[in-house]
């Protein structure tokens, strides 16, 4: 089945500790995004990847890292810089960067105590 | 400066009846528009899409319509079921910029009542 895992789906950290989330897809697709949703907020971009190795912040990256070792995987980690870590995360993917329609995850809840 | 505009961020409608989403958007260089639908805890899934060289696509019980000259969409659904029930959300894109992905407005939570 081909399709986007995001694992855990709840999380819990405490306060000042870097946590990572974990992205996979195995859709072969070249881009992959991560979001972040608030209550009553729309999805905003953190960061995206064009392609392998490459990657660009987005609208609210400040906080956050990512890398892109594989094509498969782009894992998104939450820094202690970040101030208001707690949110509901979301990974996505599509063919290619222009490409239109993404695909996303099921989530990752992430609860920072 | 939100480009892509969902005003109403609640929806409630009677079952059978037709539901009417809008969103609006801003930028004049968006070209294509999707929306997606989203259940608590979970991704959003895609629904349907149009691109700006039409006003009309329809997808079994969703239409969504573009107004271009009003920078306006609308996804409608009929009949309305319970399992519609979910946030919707529009995005857009500009396919020419190439660039970060989509833009999505706030989300509409529509409420199918028995």
């Known amino acids: 089945d081909g399709g986007i895992t995001q694992s855990p789906k709840y999380l819990f950290r405490k306060e000042g500790q870097n946590v990572t989330l974990s992205c996979e897809q195995n859709?072969?697709?070249?881009?992959m995004y991560w979001y972040r949703q608030d209550p009553g907020q729309g999805l905003r971009l953190i960061y995206y990847s064009q392609i392998v190795n490459d990657f660009q912040k987005g609208d609210i990256a400040e906080g956050y890292s990512v890398s892109r070792e594989k094509k498969e995987s782009f894992p998104l980690t939450v820094t202690s810089a970040q101030k208001n870590p707690t949110a509901f995360y979301l990974c996505?993917?599509?063919?290619?960067?222009?490409?239109?329609?993404?695909?996303f995850g099921p989530g990752t809840r992430l609860t920072v105590l | 400066d939100q480009q892509v505009k969902q005003n109403s961020p609640s929806l409630s409608v009677q079952e059978g009846r037709i539901s009417i989403l809008n969103c609006d958007y801003t930028n004049s260089m968006f070209d294509y528009f999707l929306w997606y639908k989203k259940y608590p805890a979970e991704g959003p899934t895609f629904l349907i899409s149009?691109?700006?060289?039409?006003d009309k696509n329809e997808d079994g019980r969703f239409t969504v319509f573009l107004n271009k000259s009003a920078k306006h969409l609308s996804l409608h659904i009929v009949p309305s079921q319970p399992g519609d029930s979910a946030v919707y959300f529009c995005?857009?894109?500009?396919?020419?910029?190439?660039?970060?992905?989509?833009?999505f407005g706030k989300g509409t939570h529509l409420i199918i009542q028995p």
């Open positions: 995005a857009a894109s500009d396919s020419g910029g190439g660039a970060d992905g989509l833009t």
């Open positions: 149009i691109s700006s060289i039409k």
């Open positions: 996505a993917s599509s063919i290619r960067l222009a490409h239109n329609e993404q695909f």
């Open positions: 859709l072969n697709h070249d881009a």
